[in-house]
């Protein structure tokens, strides 16, 4: 099924949706835009390049809360927190972006223990993907060509959006979609030509190319094994981090938690928030031991699990070329440019 | 675990604290659930962990002490942390009395590969408060259903000093039994000590058990892992045949948190056991 609608009267979809549950979609803010959920329809604007956060804040907020407890009284008074969640549209997500779920996914709900708060949030919200506009150059900093992720591609999503001229097109890609854009009667149906349009773009998409080098999931992740000793290329890589961690906070596939207890006036709540391989802290034992002092050492930690660990413990390569991480990056460090260097090490 | 989510911690009540050590900086604890269903869920072997959970304070992972063919608790012994880094949970877990109620999220990891050690001699090798899990073991092949299930079994333990040594009425029994051999060593006796002295490698390499048909595990600080292992392999045990377990700063305890990583392995959810010939396979980065 594919449908179109006027993309000056987006609001109207958008107030459609809003409708039917909350709707999540990139806001300009003043550093740029960021995914949130709408509260004035009208906020919807489908005028940006990308996020600076990922998309998975919808499905893995920053803080996740666990339980609420107060402190001296007996643990059976701690009660866990409710999810309490609602269908959810995310609206406006690049395919780059759209493939990270499905690398999440992995571990979160398909491999071992499976993490309810994804899970629940996952299967409540249906994804409306974006292609990126192929007649704009791509950011510099994007490498999504090179995982293999078409500008187009609208594998993953519910329903998948291009833009054409003035119009937005909307194609059902899941039965949930399908649904979903049954119900929208603000939409209006398409084309024979806005279909062309789409499979067109979708193959243009594929042929469109963002920074490039060949990398394939198992070569790569055996180059990195064997690089893993080779103290000189981590210190040379990482010469200028900060450890900030900014990469993994702006990153679609990072997942890393901490849990921690805040109490405050006898009351708290344990909770998870997001934190990152780049700490220092984050593996120092309470033996005082901790096997990561130094920045090259997390640095190395971060490339070797996208471009190594993951691939040996569930597959795909953990990245998906969004360049988010290198435009966040204070000092200019480049994954791209890590992984290239190391094909070439 | 708490109703499908592995985050939540099951409330458990402390029955017993013992003061296992003269410097009484390590004590083992022994819980009860308070929900009857939790208690029957609560399946484990000898190797696994749990989160001892204190709201307001936090959770560490600790070794299961107890092993599964103790009926009606679950026994974790801890050290009090905090020479280097806070240990907010360890010194909270210090100062409760028994009555107190905590929480408890478990069983974790994998465990002692049983079916493996079966029909093999095993020699365990523990070194100082890293005993816990191999006390474990030890108690779940000498119980009365499982014993015939294995060979010999030959255990040298070592600590500090003789206050230092944990279980001490449990190794009284042991040595006592003639299905089990024990060996028993302190670094540096006292006026009332007339066991053994000497470090744990050397005494190894005194007893030497044969590498015929044996599994060695082993678990102690890194410097005793360090000397040991040499003394292995010239006695001729195989990587494979030669087992232990790690520690990694953790906090979900199920693969999903992303910080006890070696490599592709989770020590928490693919661990904490690992044979000497897994580790070798993973970067040095524990």
Known sequence: MLKKTSISEISDLAAQLMGKGALIAPVREEAGFNFREISDAKQVDLNFYNTIISPKSAFFPQTEDFVRYQTGKDILEATPVE????????????????????????????????????????????????????????????????????????????????????????????????????????????????????????????????????????????????LFGNTEFWEKVSNACLSCGACTFVC??????????????????????????????????????NPRTKVYQRLRQK????????????????????????????????IFSIVDEAMKA | MCLNNPYIPMPV?????????????????????????????????????????????GESPIGIASSPTQDGYVEFTVQRAGAIVPGLVTAALHD?????????????????????????????????????????????????????????????????????????????????????????TVDKGDETWTGRQGFVPAVCKDVAPSPANTVAVICGPPIMIKFTLPVFF??????????????????????????CNVGYKYVCSDGPVFSLAQLEELPRDF
């Open chain 2, 96 to 184: 409760m009395d028994e009555g107190a109620k905590i929480g408890l999220r478990g069983p974790l990891g994998n465990s002692w590969p049983i079916e493996f050690l079966e029909k093999k001699n095993i020699v365990v090798v523990g070194g100082g408060f890293a005993f816990t899990t191999l006390r474990s073991l030890i108690n779940y092949m000498l119980h009365k259903d499982n014993r015939s299930r294995f060979g010999e079994i030959t255990v040298i333990y070592g600590a500090r000093t003789p206050g230092l040594l944990l279980y001490k009425d449990e190794l009284i029994q042991w040595e006592k039994r003639n299905d089990i051999r024990t060996v028993i």
């Open chain 2, 234 to 259: 010239e006695l001729g045990f195989s990587k494979e045949n030669i087992l232990t377990s790690l520690e990694m700063r953790m906090k979900c305890g199920v693969g999903k948190c992303g910080r």
């Open chain 1, 252 to 289: 679609p596939t990072c997942y890393c938690f901490d849990i921690c207890d805040e109490t405050l006036f006898g009351k708290g709540t344990r909770r998870r928030v997001w934190d990152a391989c780049m700490f220092t802290d984050f593996t120092l034992e309470a033996s005082g031991h």
């Open chain 1, 83 to 226: 999810l309490n969640i609602k269908p959810a549209f995310l609206f406006g997500v690049r395919p780059c972006d759209v493939k990270s779920f499905e690398i999440m996914d992995i571990h979160f709900t398909g491999t071992g223990a499976v993490d309810p708060y994804w899970q629940k949030r996952r299967e409540a919200a249906a994804i409306f993907g974006y292609a990126f506009d192929l007649n704009t150059p791509a950011d510099g900093a994007d490498f999504y060509s090179t995982l293999g992720i078409g500008a187009a591609d609208p594998e993953g999503s519910d329903v998948f959006m291009i833009k054409k001229g003035d119009d937005l097109l909307l194609k059902a890609i899941t039965p949930k979609g399908e649904k979903l854009l049954a119900e929208m009667s603000v939409l209006s149906d398409a084309t024979p030509d806005d279909l062309n349009y789409f499979d067109d773009t979708v193959a243009a998409g594929r042929a469109f190319k963002t920074r490039f080098t060949c990398v394939e999931a198992k070569p790569i992740a055996k180059k990195f094994e064997d």
């Open chain 2, 13 to 57: 009540e402390i029955i017993k604290i013992i003061d296992e050590v003269d410097t009484h900086d390590i004590k083992s604890f022994r819980l009860k659930f308070l929900n009857p269903e939790d208690e029957a869920k609560f399946k484990y072997l000898p190797g696994q962990f749990s989160e001892l959970s204190i709201y307001g304070k």
């Open chain 1, 303 to 334: 490339v070797c699990h996208k471009y190594s660990y993951h691939i040996r413990k569930y597959g795909p390569i953990s990245c998906v070329g969004c360049g988010r991480c290198t435009r966040a990056c204070p000092v200019n460090i480049d």
